[in-house]
Antibody, heavy 122, light 110 residues
Framework: QVQLQESGPGLVKPSGTLSLTCVVSGGSISSSDWWTWVRQPPGQGLEWIGEVFHTGTTNYNPSLNSRVTISVDQSKNQFSLNLTSVTAADTAVYYC???????????????WGQGTTVTVSS | QSVLTQPPSASGTPGQRVTISCSGSSSNIGSSYVYWYQQLPGTAPKLLIYRNNQRPSGVPDRFSGSKSVTSASLAISGLRSEDGADYYCATWDDSLSGWVFGGGTKLTVL
C-alpha cells in the first residue's frame, strides 16, 4: 500500500525558507490522488497548508498563500513544500498526506506520513 | 482560531459511550461531508470516519459518525483505554478550496 515519508532540515533560521520533501512509495504520484501538506504547531491543532496534483495544479491556504509553494516531481515520485520568510510561528510538525479524491468526491486524507518536526530559531 | 468548533476535552470510563461534537456553518459542514481523525500521542493523525458516517477498513464499529445541518458528532461506544487520543473533525471548504479542521478534542479514558 501507499506510504509517505517526509524529510528535510529540522532547524530553519528566522526569515529563511523551510523546504520539505515527501516521497511516495507503494504507488504512483501520477495517480488521480491529490498530495497534501498539513502542519501542527506544538500543543495545537491541525492546519491544512495546501495540495498539489501530479499535473502541477495547486491549492493553498489563503493564510499562507503568499509564502507557500508546493511542487511535484513525477520522475522521483515525490512532492515538496517550500515556505518562505519563516518565523517562530511556523515551528510545527509537518505532515504530508494523500487525498484520494475523484473529481469533487472527497474521501478524506487517508494516508499520512509520520511527520517531521521543524523548528524556526536562530 | 479553528474554523470548526470542538470541545477541548471529553472523558469517560471503560465500557461507556462518549460523544464528541463538531460545530460549523452553512459554508463548511452545511455544504459538505464531515471527516474524523484520531491522533494517538506522538503519532500522525489517522482517518477514522469519512463522508459523515463511513468507516475505513480496519476501524472498529465502536466508532460512528453523524451529521445534522451544520454540526456533527463522533460517538465511541464500549470505550477502551486505547481510545485515549486527540480527535479532530474536518470538512472540505469550497470557499477556501481546502480542508478545514476543528481545534481537536482530547479524550481521556478514566
Amino acid at each position: 500500500q501507499v506510504q509517505l515519508q517526509e524529510s528535510g532540515p529540522g532547524l530553519v533560521k528566522p526569515s529563511g525558507t523551510l523546504s520539505l520533501t515527501c516521497v511516495v512509495s507503494g504507488g504512483s504520484i501520477s495517480s488521480s490522488d491529490w498530495w497534501t501538506w498539513v502542519r501542527q504547531p506544538p500543543g495545537q491543532g491541525l492546519e491544512w497548508i495546501g495540495e498539489v496534483f501530479h499535473t502541477g495544479t495547486t491549492n493553498y491556504n489563503p493564510s499562507l498563500n503568499s509564502r507557500v509553494t508546493i511542487s511535484v516531481d513525477q520522475s522521483k515520485n515525490q512532492f515538496s513544500l517550500n515556505l518562505t520568510s519563516v518565523t517562530a510561528a511556523d515551528t510545527a510538525v509537518y505532515y504530508c498526506a494523500r487525498d484520494p479524491r475523484l473529481h469533487y468526491h472527497y474521501y478524506g486524507l487517508d494516508v499520512w506520513g509520520q511527520g517531521t518536526t521543524v523548528t524556526v530559531s536562530s | 482560531q479553528s474554523v470548526l468548533t470542538q470541545p477541548p476535552s471529553a472523558s469517560g470510563t471503560p465500557g461507556q459511550r462518549v460523544t464528541i461534537s463538531c460545530s460549523g456553518s452553512s459554508s463548511n459542514i452545511g455544504s459538505s461531508y464531515v471527516y474524523w481523525y484520531q491522533q494517538l500521542p506522538g503519532t500522525a493523525p489517522k482517518l477514522l470516519i469519512y463522508r459523515n458516517n463511513q468507516r475505513p477498513s480496519g476501524v472498529p464499529d465502536r466508532f460512528s459518525g453523524s451529521k445534522s445541518v451544520t454540526s456533527a458528532s463522533l460517538a465511541i461506544s464500549g470505550l477502551r483505554s486505547e481510545d485515549g487520543a486527540d480527535y479532530y473533525c474536518a470538512t472540505w471548504d469550497d470557499s477556501l478550496s481546502g480542508w478545514v479542521f476543528g481545534g481537536g478534542t482530547k479524550l481521556t479514558v478514566l
